[in-house]
């Protein structure tokens, strides 16, 4: 931030980078309107302030654990007096288990502390596996069930509530682990409550059950080249992420509370004697009712929701045996089988591996995460056995190769291993899919099976694509991913587990790596059950999921969900091979006509059969839309079935009372930063201390951390790409740090400098041809760029160490030059630095450079349009346009000729607004006054448009 008019008299430098360089995390800054107009002594991170008492300092509490901890989050005038603390209250978790299956609901209580009637929005994580399937908002007395709608009507439905005054919910999934809560028009002093239901299976392992609540979203890095905005993230979107700022909830500064807590009771009948019943992060009180009962409860009532919750217990002997469940009242029936697989044999003769170990080094894995990592991984390494081989990769912004190729397990090979992976250190953005990309590259040896660990957080926006990307590339390895930290991307670690053949693992941070590192051991040693097929002999089954079974690694059970549509009973036969040797098991079952218990089967089902349609297009899933067949039959079946998808949302109105007073101001919840990972790792060592939280002049979010210059004394502007080959590079928007030691520019004109950046990277981007090679470098060049364009004072200010790279990259800049004149408003010349990653893959790359648009002014700010009123599907459309696609069909919807069909939610219906629409470029405009919605074709390069025009509430495509 500017301290000082002095310091703002120094040169203007602009640093912009070609190379594998962090987050965009923190352009969202930008955006975030601080909720609370002159707020004193305030620290912000994207649009929550953090507020100080009148000593200045933080407000501190205790934690459950008897630590000192941060305080409430709150808002303070100048005058001192406090104005109220986040919308969201509280959040009530209970759960009831009965056998294998869970029914969690989460009750959230939003309440308005302000003068003037709001909006919350909330970003926050549930099961990865559990099925959605009902949402209630309650009002004062009265009780509205919600909606499940597509998605698009949801939030057609939901604008236009909050638009007319009346009180109103909607529930975006926006990853299976991910939703967003917004509640509109909340009166001053009023609470609204909602209550979200959803039914999950237990996971079991080798007599133990356990249930895991996640309760806060890690900030996630976001790849990809800057589109816009549509949510209330710290992030934006990309081309690669086009919902980024959805996923990344501001996180509460540094020293301060998000200023909501949580509870949660869980209710056990498990059916079978129950022992050894413990909660592995939070202290619990258990209460026992007989052997077979418990009820678990949080100790401190007003937790703060930082880690998962996580409840283990055994189940006694071998009292647990293989069964099912069924439902049945319509003509078709449900049931769900679990399948207990035999005990481990081990055959004599265990056959020769090849372990290639992949370990997540960026900033969000700073301290005591990449610790734990490092502790597993060296016991995994020390036991090994000795004909088997390996190969380390450390990625974060860059990547790091222990061997050029794997190298067998001796004493030599291990010792340099370990001195390896004991200098790692956890800095840079999660650039996860080179990595993937790298490990599936290495030539694979015929006579031996290839086993992939990956220790990871999993905080990366792309999450779809890295599935992807491991479903694809995997060939016959088997992927073993661990979750390292305490509240990890679960969704991601377990997919990429289910995608690769393997199984996931999480290593909490009181765990014990060596305790970890055996129960990997003796996965690997060998499978449990290989060559698993099952029979269901005559039974009249249909939609049985999964469709295929993987080779069963830990002792689990098989969850077998599907549907039956005839009466009657029968065998299931179970077969594989255990330990090299033939194995059989049956379960005889009996359909019922008619089985009014076991409900939640359905919901099951339908979210068992929406997993295998979205495994079948993760890419597409990842750019806002799986292929148009599969996106239809998700929503069929989730329509049906009443559950939560990316593609269905609950929608809850409440009609009877109208809130007066105009658009509802917007506040965004903020979150806990997840226990464990550090500040400094995510945003940076400037803003390590409590006292200054980041500021968006120097930080960015994400997985990632943030390139400072001087403590931010100098401007910095930072692109992205990583390149090899021939300039091919994946971009990524970077952090921006803005203090610039001359007059403001803002003070002479306020300058929009983005395009011209994009437009310098663009010609540096075509004039780049490096050579072929085997090594990782970075090239760092700076030059001046005068008013008129010339080029000057082009120099190597950080050599790669080969000098054909670093002529490569002089003869880039020079080649590119002269360049466009600088915007007018500008100073006489500006200094560019630009950073060159080299050959991170070997030889190869891809993807795209990075451009975003850029303003200075006195608030170190960027200038970014807000796309919120865009439905989702939409801003993947203009993704594609910006990369030359006027034709064909993106996310659903149909191109043709640069222009797509649109429904226009508006404010109202009007000659003026009709007449506005058709001059901003809408066609064939036929209007809806009882709907409020206007239909016609615009070029998909004036969507923009209609963002700014001000009775514009909601645009989607239209059906």
Known sequence: MFKSSKRAQRALTFVASLGLILSSSWLAYAQQSTPIKQVRSVKRIGSIPAARPASGKPIKSIDQFGKEDSGSLSAITPSGKQLGKCPLKHTDVSAEISGFVSRVKVVQQFENPFSEKIEAVYTFPLSETGAVDEMLMKVGKRTIKGEIKKREEAREIYERAKATGHAASLLDQERTNIFTQSVANIKPGETIEITISYVDLLPYEAGNFSFAFPTVVGPRFIPGEAIGKQGTGFAGDTDRVPDGSRITPPVTPKGTRAGHDISISVDIEAGVPILDLQSKLHEVAILKNGDRKAIVTLKDKATIPNKDFVLNWQVAGDKLKSGYLTHKTGDKGYFSLMILPPKRVTPETVAPKEMIFLIDCSGSQSGAPLEKAKE???????????????QVISFSDHLKILFDKPEIADAAMRAQARKFI???????????????????????????????????????????EIIGMVKKLRGTSR???????NGVNRMLIDMMAKEGGGEAEYVLLNSSGAEVGRKFYERISSPVLTDVKIDFGGLAVKDVFPQQVSDVWAEKPLYIKGCYTRAGAGT??????????????????????????????GSVWARAKVDQLMSADWFGAQQGGVKDELKKEIVATALEHHIM?????????????????????????????????????VFGDACADAACPPPPACSSVGGGSFRRAEACSKTRFYGAGYGGGRANGSGAPSPLSIVDNRPLLAAQKDVDHGPYMADLQRRIKRAWFPPKGNESKRVVVVFKVHSDGRLSHLRLEKPSGIAIVDQAALKAVEGASPFKPLPEGSPSDVDIQFTFDY????????????????ELNNRSSMKYKDLSKLDKSLIAVLASYGRGLKNGKVAGIEIHNGSINVRILVAKISPAIISELTKLGLQNAVPNKQALV????????????LVDMVDVLYVRAAS
Do not use: C
């Not at 101001?665 to 790792?681: A, H, L, N």
């Not at 991170?840 to 850029?854: E, K, P, Q, Y």
């Open 572 to 601: 299931v036969t179970i077969s594989g091979y255990n330990g090299g040797k033939p194995y059989m098991e049956k379960l005889a079952v009996s359909f019922p006509a008619k089985q009014i218990d076991n409900s939640v089967l």
């Open 376 to 390: 597993t991984m060296s016991y995994i390494l020390d036991h090994m056995n000795a004909n088997d081989t390996f």
């Open 479 to 485: 992927w073993f991913p661990f979750g390292t930290g």
């Open 934 to 945: 206007v239909t016609g074709v615009i070029a998909v390069e004036k969507l923009e448009k």
């Open 422 to 464: 004991a200098g790692l250190s956890a800095d840079g953005g999660t650039w996860m899919a080179p990595a993937v990309e790298k490990a599936a590259s290495i030539p694979t040896d015929g006579n031996r099976l290839r086993i992939v660990t990956f220790m990871t957080d999993g905080y990366v926006g792309n999450d779809f």
């Open 839 to 854: 050959n991170l893959f070997g030889g190869g790359g891809r993807g795209v450079f990075s451009s975003r648009n850029i």
């Open 645 to 681: 998808t990316q593609y269905t949302s609950f929608v809850a109105v409440e009609e009877k009372t109208i809130v007066e007073g105009g658009k509802p101001r917007t506040v965004t919840v903020p979150v806990e930063m997840p226990d464990g990972v550090s500040y400094e790792g």
